[in-house]
């Protein structure tokens, strides 16, 4: 397994340590296994592993910090996170708890492009002056409630027609 194929287990781990970092200055073992609600022995298990492979620089009872490596791919995990929270969050109405839940498993799995996606959705809900998007029972998807239909754009949206 090279640094950059990581277990869904070692990706929660890094994305941990990036956002505890970046909230209380600082990523200690104890706060990352209250965080992640897994016992010290398994977060330093973890941890080992993370800094064999050059992500982290850890020492037993200090603190842990990214490499520039484990950085760039807790950045990346974190950017996927923060996008899924939002799109569920924000684009569908998920509750946040739920939201929380899904979007932590799926930032594992989601490609790119897919990902990407969803974002472009989300920033068209945000930039259409008459968006108020709404979910149809009939699975017909989103529609514009300007237009009153799915169908081809509002003569008030600003979005390009190739969205």
Same mark, same amino acid.
Do not use: Q
């Given at each position: 397994m090279s640094t950059t194929e990581l =277990? !869904? &287990?070692l990706e929660d781990y890094l994305e941990t340590i990036f956002f505890l970092s970046r909230e209380?200055? *600082?990523?200690? @073992?104890?706060?990352? !296994?209250? *965080?992640?609600?897994? *016992?010290?022995?398994s977060v330093t298990g973890a941890l080992k592993? #993370? !800094? $064999?492979?050059? #992500?982290?620089?850890?020492? @037993?009872? &200090? &603190?842990?910090?990214?490499t520039d490596e484990g950085c760039k791919i807790a950045g990346k995990i974190a950017v996927k996170h923060e996008a899924l929270l939002h799109f569920f969050t924000q684009v569908l109405g998920v509750e946040a708890v739920e939201a929380e839940e899904f979007a932590c =498993?799926? $930032?594992h799995t %989601? &490609?790119?492009? %897919?990902?990407q996606r969803f974002v472009r959705? !989300?920033?068209?809900?945000?930039?259409? @002056?008459s968006f108020n998007a709404s979910w149809l029972e009939s699975a017909e998807g989103y529609f514009c409630k300007a237009q009153g239909k799915a169908g @081809? *754009?509002?003569g008030k949206c600003r979005l390009s027609e190739s969205f």
């Open positions: =277990s !869904a &287990s209380e200055g *600082r990523a200690r @073992p104890k706060e990352i !296994a209250e *965080r992640m609600k897994v *016992r010290a022995a592993v #993370l !800094a $064999e492979k050059g #992500l982290i620089n850890y020492a @037993p009872y &200090s &603190s842990v910090t990214l =498993s799926m $930032e %989601i &490609s790119d492009h %897919i990902l959705f !989300a920033e068209y809900t945000e930039k259409c @002056p @081809p *754009r509002c």
